[in-house]
């Protein structure tokens, strides 16, 4: 008969959990004395995807200072999927908090807490966790136009002054006066001549 590689790691770890718990409990038999005979353990959910308790002691509410050996199991509503079991390590920053380094997988699971060490507990709850959406990329910079500068103003054009009267030449003047008095001598001996040949054709016409 052979034995799954799964069922191999967890009965290690579980062994390995065991020995931790014999060990501890032969160093330090006195402090669960004072404190008292069980723990409080509180599944308080997930903190990305890493299983959050909070382990106090039973009878005054103090935190644990020693080091608590607890393993952590996880399945799935259907029970077609298991997790753990997941050893609890402190929070950074608390004196009560405790939580995984392992992960949980996007879904719902039935989270499960046995604390053997410094003194019993037991603590279960159902938890959420989330698909986590990638992040949005980043926005493209929107180019910016510069707006188009207004054209320098232009100077007026000068005002261009009235052509000047253009002067005549004296000798020009002389000149047109004489072709006038020409034309109109030759017009008076026009009317001169035609006077006279009506005169002559009257006279003659008379003497007939």
């Given at each position: 008969m052979?034995?799954?590689?799964?069922s191999?790691?967890?009965?290690?770890?579980?062994?390995?959990?065991?020995?931790?718990?014999?060990?501890?409990?032969?160093?330090?038999?006195?402090?669960?004395?004072?404190?008292?005979?069980?723990?409080?353990?509180?599944?308080?959910?997930?903190?990305d995807?890493?299983?959050?308790?909070?382990?106090?002691?039973?009878?005054?509410?103090?935190?644990?200072?020693e080091?608590v050996?607890?393993?952590?199991?996880?399945?799935?509503?259907?029970?077609?999927?298991?997790?753990?079991?997941?050893?609890?390590?402190?929070?950074?920053?608390t004196?009560?908090?405790w939580?995984t380094?392992?992960?949980?997988?996007?879904?719902?699971?039935?989270?499960?807490?046995?604390?053997?060490?410094?003194?019993?507990?037991?603590?279960?709850?159902?938890?959420?966790?989330?698909?986590?959406?990638?992040s949005?990329?980043?926005?493209?910079p929107?180019?910016?136009?510069?707006a188009?500068?207004?054209?320098?103003?232009?100077?007026?054009?000068p005002?261009?002054?009235?052509?000047?009267?253009?002067?005549?030449?004296?000798?020009?003047?002389?000149?047109d006066?004489?072709?006038?008095?020409?034309?109109?001598?030759?017009?008076?001996?026009?009317?001169?001549?035609?006077?006279?040949?009506?005169?002559?054709?009257?006279?003659?016409?008379?003497?007939?």
């Open positions: 052979r034995t799954h590689p799964a191999r790691t967890r009965t290690r770890t579980v062994f390995g959990l065991l020995l931790m718990l014999f060990a501890q409990a032969l160093a330090v038999p006195a402090t669960a004395q004072a404190h008292g005979d069980t723990v409080k353990v509180v599944v308080t959910g997930q903190r995807g890493h299983v959050t308790t909070e382990i106090t002691w039973e009878n005054d509410g103090d935190a644990v200072e080091t050996a607890a393993t952590v199991n996880a399945t799935s509503p259907d029970g077609s999927r298991s997790l753990g079991p997941w050893p609890l390590v402190r929070a950074p920053g004196r009560t908090g939580t380094a392992e992960v949980l997988a996007p879904g719902t699971w039935k989270v499960t807490v046995d604390v053997g060490f410094p003194a019993l507990g037991h603590a279960e709850r159902e938890v959420q966790v989330p698909v986590v959406d990638p949005p990329p980043a926005p493209r929107t180019p910016t136009t510069t188009p500068s207004a054209p320098a103003p232009t100077a007026p054009a005002a261009t002054s009235a052509p000047a009267p253009s002067r005549t030449d004296p000798a020009d003047e002389q000149g006066r004489a072709v006038g008095w020409t034309l109109a001598g030759l017009a008076g001996i026009v009317l001169a001549g035609t006077a006279a040949g009506v005169l002559l054709r009257r006279a003659r016409a008379r003497r007939r």
